[in-house]
């Protein structure tokens, strides 16, 4: 089977840079899997996705050196990475365990092709869940005092277990500003709201008491500015006046968790570039069995 790779990349928007690219794929033999690309008339930035194979014999080092000369060129942000590599999670937890769940039961099952080297959590209780998967816990308790302590063992956690990505699932603890530096572009929040909407304590109280037709959860990369980072994945679901706020919060962590999962899967695939605060999130697609590539959302 031939190697595939990803080739990720954002410049000024000029002609010429989807030829350039597929042409130099196509000298190094290499043949296109899948290429998505965005042209943002607002920013006058370009956004390209390039899924592509070679022959086993082609160094992926070779297919950088010629990149790196191209982006040169154009100026260009861009990646290349191993398509066969998994990403290594390290995933933060505190009392609510739903999203957790959720991710060690998707990596288990191989719906998320990931590895979670590590749960770590302010508070004990879910490590007979991590045990149960064969995925080892760290409890890190935490308090004003021994914030910068806590956080730094985090820290050393994600050099250690060489983490690709840390994703808050339900970490109900605010990052510090060096904590949000560290981790900047490689950590992924789960909010109990449809941002901006009702912040901060008991979501749903607040939705319910509002009596809103509609509940929701955001995916985001963590920032220093709290709950206002890069939005990556959002979604709704409809509630009405008959249900309780027990309902709402069963409701809300469903939607919590499939946000969370599609966010995390669209970060290791490659398909999400930043444009300023904003993203560019590209599809995922697959073949259909008898038919040509169908995209999703």
Not at 46 to 51: P, T
Not at 153 to 179: H, K, N, W
Request: with cysteine.
């Amino acid at each position: 089977m031939r190697p595939d790779s990803i080739l990720t990349l954002s410049c000024p928007d000029r002609t010429g840079i989807v030829y350039r690219v597929s042409g130099l794929l196509f000298d190094h033999g290499c043949n296109i899997l899948d290429a998505q690309q965005f042209g943002d008339e607002e920013s006058g930035r370009f956004f390209l996705r390039v899924h592509f194979d070679r022959d086993a014999s082609l160094p992926l080092d070779t297919v950088h050196a010629a990149m790196a000369t191209l982006a040169a060129d154009f100026g260009m942000d861009w990646q290349l990475h191993d398509g066969r590599r998994r990403a290594r999670l390290l995933v933060l937890v505190s009392k609510q365990g739903h999203c957790l769940n959720d991710l060690l039961f998707r990596a288990h099952s191989g719906q998320l092709k990931v590895d979670i080297a590590a749960v770590a959590s302010n508070h004990a209780d879910f490590a007979p869940l991590a045990a149960s998967y064969q995925v080892p816990f760290h409890h890190l308790p935490v308090n004003a005092e021994t914030r910068a302590v806590q956080e730094q063992q985090i820290i050393d956690l994600v050099e250690r277990e060489r983490v690709d990505l840390v994703v808050l699932a339900r970490y109900m603890q605010i990052l510090s500003p060096t904590l949000c530096r560290a981790l900047a572009g490689r950590a992924i929040n789960i909010h109990h709201s449809f941002l901006p909407s009702f912040k901060g304590a008991q979501p749903y109280h607040q939705a319910h008491a509002r009596g809103v037709k509609i509940i929701g959860a955001t995916a985001h990369y963590v920032t220093e500015d709290l709950d206002e980072g890069p939005i990556i994945e959002q979604d709704v679901a409809r509630v009405d006046h008959a249900m309780a706020p027990r309902e709402l919060v069963r409701l809300g962590s469903d939607t919590e968790s499939q946000v969370l999962a599609r966010a995390v899967r669209r970060h290791v695939e490659h398909r999400i570039l930043l444009n300023g605060h904003r993203t560019v999130g590209f599809r995922v697609c697959r073949p259909a069995a008898g038919t040509t590539e169908s995209c999703f959302l």
